[in-house]
Antibody, heavy 126, light 108 residues
Framework: QVTLKESGPVLVKPTETLTLTCTVSGFSLSDAGMAVSWIRQPPGKALEWLAHIFSNDEKSYSTSLKSRLTISKDTSKSQVVLTMTNMDPVDSATFYC??????????????????WGKGTTVTVSS | SYVLTQPPSVSVAPGQTARITCGGNNIGSKSVHWYQQKPGQAPVVVVYHDSDRPSGIPERFSGSNSGNTATLTISRVEAGDEADYYCQVWHTSSDEWVFGGGTKLTVL
C-alpha cells in the first residue's frame, strides 16, 4: 500500500524558514520515473503546486516561489524534504505531498499525482 | 505562465449530470487530470490523462479534452459527489504543474 505522510512544525514565525518532511512507504524514491511533489492550499483557496523531485534527482520549482524553495530527498530514509525561506503570514496553508506516477500512452509518457498524503497545516504568526 | 479557468461553482440535482469545465490555451494538446477534494480531506484523482479512471472511481466520472476546453462529467450525481474539483496539467514551457482555481459542486 502506497502512503505518504507530511510532518513539520505547526507554527512558524514570520521571516523564519519552514522545513517539511514527506515520508513515503510502499514505493522507493529510487524507482525509475517516480517523483514526489509538494502542493499547498491556503484556507479556503485553491491548490498551488510548489516543487517536485524525481528519482534521478531532477527537480522543478514553481516559477513564482523558486527563489524561496529547496527540495531534496534521502532515499535511504524514504523522505523528501521541502524548505521554504522567509515565511510570511500569507504562506499559512495546508501542505500536501503527493506521488507523481509515470504512465504510458500510445506514443509518449505522461505523469499525474496518483496518491496524496493527508496534509499538514502550517500557520505563520508571531 | 499558463492559466486554467474553472467556474467557481456548479449546482445540480441528484440523479442529473454535472459538467465542470477547465479552460486553457490549446489545452487539448495537454494531458488533463481531475482531482476531487471533500472538506477537510486531501485531493483524490478521479480522472487522469483526459479520460482514464483510477480503479475504485465509479464509471459515473468521465472526462474529455479538446481545443481550449477540458470537461469533467459526473453522471447520475449523488450527494456524496459534493466536493471541490480541480483540473491540472503539466506546462512544459515553464516546467510547472498548473492547477485550475477549483469548482465547488453543490448537489441540490
Amino acid at each position: 500500500q502506497v502512503t505518504l505522510k507530511e510532518s513539520g512544525p505547526v507554527l512558524v514565525k514570520p521571516t523564519e524558514t519552514l522545513t517539511l518532511t514527506c515520508t513515503v512507504s510502499g514505493f522507493s524514491l529510487s524507482d525509475a520515473g517516480m517523483a514526489v511533489s509538494w502542493i499547498r492550499q491556503p484556507p479556503g483557496k485553491a491548490l498551488e503546486w510548489l516543487a517536485h523531485i524525481f528519482s534521478n534527482d531532477e527537480k522543478s520549482y514553481s516559477t513564482s516561489l523558486k527563489s524561496r524553495l529547496t527540495i531534496s530527498k534521502d532515499t535511504s530514509k524514504s523522505q523528501v524534504v521541502l524548505t521554504m525561506t522567509n515565511m510570511d503570514p500569507v504562506d499559512s496553508a495546508t501542505f500536501y505531498c503527493s506521488r507523481i506516477q509515470k504512465a504510458a500512452a500510445s506514443a509518449y509518457y505522461y505523469y499525474y499525482m496518483d496518491v496524496w498524503g493527508k496534509g499538514t497545516t502550517v500557520t505563520v504568526s508571531s | 505562465s499558463y492559466v486554467l479557468t474553472q467556474p467557481p461553482s456548479v449546482s445540480v440535482a441528484p440523479g442529473q449530470t454535472a459538467r465542470i469545465t477547465c479552460g486553457g490555451n490549446n489545452i487539448g494538446s495537454k494531458s488533463v487530470h481531475w482531482y476531487q477534494q471533500k472538506p477537510g480531506q486531501a485531493p483524490v484523482v478521479v480522472v487522469y490523462h483526459d479520460s482514464d479512471r483510477p480503479s475504485g472511481i465509479p464509471e459515473r466520472f468521465s472526462g474529455s479534452n479538446s481545443g481550449n476546453t477540458a470537461t469533467l462529467t459526473i453522471s447520475r450525481v449523488e450527494a456524496g459527489d459534493e466536493a471541490d474539483y480541480y483540473c491540472q496539467v503539466w506546462h512544459t514551457s515553464s516546467d510547472e504543474w498548473v492547477f485550475g482555481g477549483g469548482t465547488k459542486l453543490t448537489v441540490l
